[in-house]
């Protein structure tokens, strides 16, 4: 491992970006490495395959900077313990390729006076810590930002620990389009699930057995929601008094949301991901802890117009990330199908709604094979696909009894989560809690270059790339006016623009969002 300690040293080590050969990961600290940063180095250590399908082992570098400016007065800057010769030896023993361990004139020539500074949106750093911890944000993302630009890495591996922190910084490096992927990881936790800190060194013998009373109080929520207590104000209250009967002082206990971190009123019924979060004092040492709640396994909703390729891409996603595909396009197609089969008008609702009673539509497969689709046990895989459907399951999707009834099964299937489905109200009306609700759009000049393709690879006739344009365009436009579910991107939707963008790399940017979205400690310890 080499020991780098001025900004040029680290400049030269890291390489401009475009000449790198394996990927670059960095993990910031402020050293006192415990096992909590040793396992922040473990997934930075992890090989995943690029874009192109390319494995490289990333190389790893971590920054040891005892940061002044989060710290507040009394929040014991000086005393902060420090041992470069104990967290060479760690990091080295860990894998880590180079730790850069500047001074503070090194990465502050100026002093911090002369200091640019990152102020992150108050909305963020006003609520949990944030409250008791004035300039604490700002001097993270300001000493972050400064490290991102001199290293630009591929990754940035942050603990979910702090969860504050990894939604600020993620914020920080979105809104400075810092070309960074923002990874938070898992909560290392001591046998007795203290979470794992520097600050923890701390803490007096009798004091760390106390500590523990924090997580044991988290893991009593836990266990009241599995009885089926509901998430509210009585369920924090106990909380309180379990942690100030362990002796601890709770500075909050605040139910938010873990996006945005406003209190969650009525939690939205339960039925979405939220977080309880938590500090207390312990003798004079502050401790931080939180639960990650999820109601059920996640939901990832996928919207957008036709053309844009959504059920190439999620599928793959589906498969990469071990969800169901509920291809709600397929169902849609299977009914156009089935009205045209009784040679019904796909205008006339009234002629079509009967014909619903007598239908029983199901899919199956969709793991690691293809997905089959079944109307009354029949295969319609590929009849579906036949261009005399695609031009008239629009019209079919627009009777309220189409979209009633299928929106309905569609719900029941996802009632236990763990599935990703695709179509244009997915997360406006089928699911309207989805744990990440994506917007997948291309120009209709893009859309047509795709489907000429499509139809030209498939050995169907391709029609001009202008009328291609004029149907998707009239496909958007009835799409999106028609007044039973229209095309419309549900407001807390990220819009995702394709266009230029390969499979692989839409596939990438899905993951990254449901990783943002869907934290590691949310899941079920496998
Ligand atoms: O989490 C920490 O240790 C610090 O806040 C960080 C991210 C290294 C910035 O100083």
Not at 261 to 274: I, K, N, Y
Not at 352 to 370: F, K, N, W, Y
Request: with cysteine.
């Amino acid at each position: 491992m080499i020991l780098l300690r001025t900004c040029d040293e680290l400049r030269r080590w890291c390489g401009p970006p475009q000449r790198r050969q394996r990927p670059l990961n960095f993990v910031p600290t402020m050293g006192a490495l415990h096992p909590g940063h040793l396992s922040l180095i473990s997934s930075a250590l992890q090989t995943r395959p690029s874009p192109n399908g390319e494995v490289l082992r990333p190389r790893v570098l971590v920054s040891l900077f005892v940061n002044p400016l989060q710290f507040g007065p009394r929040e014991g800057f000086v005393s902060y313990p420090r041992d470069l010769g104990a967290d060479c030896r760690t990091a080295e023993n860990a894998g880590v390729e180079a730790l850069f361990a500047p001074s503070e004139q090194e990465l502050f020539p100026g002093g911090e006076s002369e200091l640019t500074r990152v102020i992150p949106p108050p909305s963020l750093m006003g609520s949990l810590c944030g409250r008791s911890r004035p300039g604490h944000f700002e001097g993270v993302a300001t000493v972050v930002a400064r490290l991102l630009a001199l290293i630009r890495p591929d990754c940035l591996l942050l603990g979910e620990k702090d969860w504050q922190q990894l939604v600020i910084l993620r914020r920080v490096v979105a809104d400075l389009g810092l070309a960074v992927e923002v990874r938070g990881c898992r909560t290392w936790r001591e046998p007795d699930g203290l979470a794992g800190s520097s600050r923890n060194r701390y803490l007096s013998a009798q004091e760390r057995r106390q500590a523990a009373a924090l997580p044991a109080a988290l893991r009593s929520v836990r266990v009241r929601l599995a009885a089926g207590e509901p998430l509210g104000e009585p369920m924090v209250q106990k909380l309180r008094l379990d942690l100030e009967t362990a002796g601890l002082i709770v500075e909050y206990a605040d139910l938010v949301d873990p996006a945005s971190l406003q209190p969650l009123p009525t939690l939205a019924g339960g039925q979405r991901l939220s977080l309880l979060a938590v500090a207390v004092r312990c003798g004079s040492t502050r401790l931080i802890d939180h639960l990650l709640l999820m109601p059920r396994l996640p939901i990832v909703a996928i919207d957008g117009p036709a053309g844009a390729g959504k059920s190439t891409v999620t599928r793959a996603f589906a498969k990469q990330m071990g969800l169901i595909y509920l291809d709600t396009g397929a169902m849609y197609r299977a009914v156009t199908w089935w009205v045209q089969r009784h040679g019904v008008d796909a205008a006339d609702a009234a002629a079509i709604e009967p014909l619903l009673t007598g239908l029983e539509l199901s899919l199956e497969g969709g793991g690691d094979g293809d997905l089959r689709v079944l109307v009354n046990g029949h295969d319609v895989t590929v009849a579906i696909r036949d261009p005399s459907v695609t031009a008239q399951v629009s019209a079919v999707a627009a009777h309220a009894c189409v979209r009633e009834g299928l929106t309905r099964q569609q719900q029941a299937m996802g009632e236990k989560g763990g599935l990703v489905a695709e179509g244009r109200d997915i997360g406006t009306a089928v699911f309207p809690h989805a744990d990440l609700k994506v917007f997948l759009t291309a120009t209709v000049a893009e859309r047509a270059r795709r489907r000429a393709l499509d139809l030209e690879q498939r050995g169907f006739a391709v029609p001009p790339l202008m009328d291609l344009e004029t149907q998707i365009a009239e496909r958007d436009h009835l799409d999106s006016s028609r007044t039973i579910a229209p095309l419309r991107q549900a407001e807390d939707a990220v819009k995702l623009i394709t266009d230029g963008m390969g499979v692989e790399a839409v596939i990438e940017a899905l993951v990254e969002l449901f990783r943002e979205r869907v934290p590691e400690d949310a899941w079920p310890e496998s």
